[in-house]
């Protein structure tokens, strides 16, 4: 009963994001990995994405409302300044990244875009960034059956 759970309560009859949502943050999710340059192949990476959002709304319920909000606002900006220079705009707006965000543009940009830039940096996209091995910080990802392995095994340490 005291213990702390998986699950806010607040969760306990709460409706999941609408495909519209999930479609605009993935979306996102590709133009962070058109920017940077750090994912070669978004799409492997879809239902990690939305696994992760759930689970954010899962632990910090009003992360429900930062995916509509965001998808909102990046609504309204791409239809005023076009797909290219909204997305620019969003990852290089200095104003957008001061704490704490007072700005629609703001809380995008450090509630969602800046943790999926984080979320990429864990799934392997610094590596493909700089092309760096066993780096002392985030992981790869996980060891997965018939793919390369995410971190360089006893083979490559000998050659």
């Known amino acids: 009963m005291y213990q702390q759970t998986l699950n806010h309560p ?13 479609q605009a943050m993935y979306q996102l999710f590709e133009q962070i990995c058109l920017f940077w340059g750090n994912l070669d192949n978004p799409e492997q990476y879809q239902s990690r ?43 290089t707006d200095q104003a957008a990244n001061q704490a704490p965000p007072t700005t629609p543009l703001a809380m995008v940009r450090q509630k969602v875009s800046n943790e999926f830039i984080a979320f990429q940096v864990s799934q392997g996209g610094f590596k493909a960034f700089s092309g760096a091995i066993n780096y ?6 996980a060891w997965v059956p018939g793919q390369p392995a995410p971190y360089r095994t006893a083979e490559e340490k000998t050659k």
């Open 10 to 22: 607040a969760n306990l009859h709460g409706q999941p994001l609408t495909a519209g949502v999930y």
């Open 49 to 91: 994405l939305f696994a992760f959002m759930d689970n954010r709304i899962r632990l910090h319920p009003e992360y429900k409302d930062i995916y509509t909000s965001a998808q909102h606002t990046l609504d309204e900006l791409i239809n005023a300044l076009g797909q290219q220079a909204a997305y620019q705009l969003l990852f």
């Open 136 to 141: 002392p910080s985030f992981i790869a990802g």
